[in-house]
């Protein structure tokens, strides 16, 4: 199979998308044609600059605020037409031992990252509803399959995820609408930067110390991760559904 076939015509949508995976992904969407809005919880220059880069149009909103999603959703459509492809990628996370995790907090991390795609998907669904098909990627973890320590939120947000796509799968496939899911390992992305702080080392130590563990020797880049986003997203895949992608250098292996 050649290059990954993305939808050119209706908008794609992808949230947190000014940096690490998200950015890279807008990158390799932007290079197969695609027409994007990119997504970031409040305007900055940094969004300003991707959009830029990606000659997209820009779509702040915090995706935890269902109003703020519909608003922005309505926006974009009202603005440059039905959304075809929606990356669900914006996540938050914190670490803290289970036990001293703040409440507040903890709601903060799952609102973000699952009920925050509940919010996404359903605003989304009409758009895709009325091309009558659509491509739906959710960037989960593989710390949503196999839990971490320290990440009790984001890891339990993480695997609502996972069961959030093959329910989705299952459901909007006899539409047309194709979700799946991606499930990165361990990636060299600003986001490390809270493990690295959490241990009490470097960002570059981190890396290390999570590469002994790992098949290949070495994290992801993100420019991976994007390139199965690519792949799933792709408009040839219709018979891959509720498919859950690991890339993690061979760290977890299943049929997740």
């Not at 939808?7 to 940096?19: F, H, V």
């Not at 998200?22 to 932007?30: D, H, L, T, V």
């Not at 702080?197 to 420019?223: F, H, L, T």
Request: proline share 4%; glycine share 10%.
């Amino acid at each position: 199979m050649n290059g990954a076939v993305l939808d050119t015509d209706s908008t794609t949508l992808i949230t947190g998308a000014t940096q690490g995976i998200g950015a890279a992904i807008a990158r390799r969407f932007a290079l197969a044609g695609a027409k994007l809005a990119i997504n970031d919880r409040v305007a900055s220059p940094a969004l300003d600059a991707i959009v830029k880069e990606v000659r997209g149009v820009a779509a702040p909103a915090d995706i935890s605020d269902r109003a703020q999603v519909g608003r922005m959703v309505s926006s974009l459509i009202e603005a440059s037409g039905p959304i075809g492809t929606l990356i669900c990628n914006a996540a938050y996370m914190t670490m803290a031992p289970f036990t001293e995790h703040p409440i507040d907090d903890w709601w903060k991390v799952v609102n973000t990252n699952l009920t925050g795609t509940f919010h996404l998907v359903q605003e989304v669904l009409p758009s895709m509803r009325a091309l009558g098909a659509g491509r739906i990627v959710i960037v989960s973890s593989y710390w949503g399959v196999i839990g971490w320590p320290n990440a009790t939120a984001y890891a339990a947000s993480k695997a609502g995820l996972v069961a959030l796509i093959k329910t989705l799968g299952r459901e909007l496939a006899p539409e047309g609408i194709i979700v799946n899911g991606i499930a990165p390992g361990v990636t060299s992305t600003p986001q490390l930067e809270i493990d690295a702080r959490a241990a009490g080392v470097s960002v570059s130590e981190i890396e290390a110390v999570y590469a002994q563990n790992i098949p290949a020797g070495r994290v992801a880049q993100a420019d991976e991760i994007a390139a199965g986003v690519a792949f799933l997203a792709d408009r040839r895949m219709g018979a891959m559904v509720g498919t859950i992608l690991q890339v993690n250098g061979g760290e977890v292996r299943g049929r997740a």
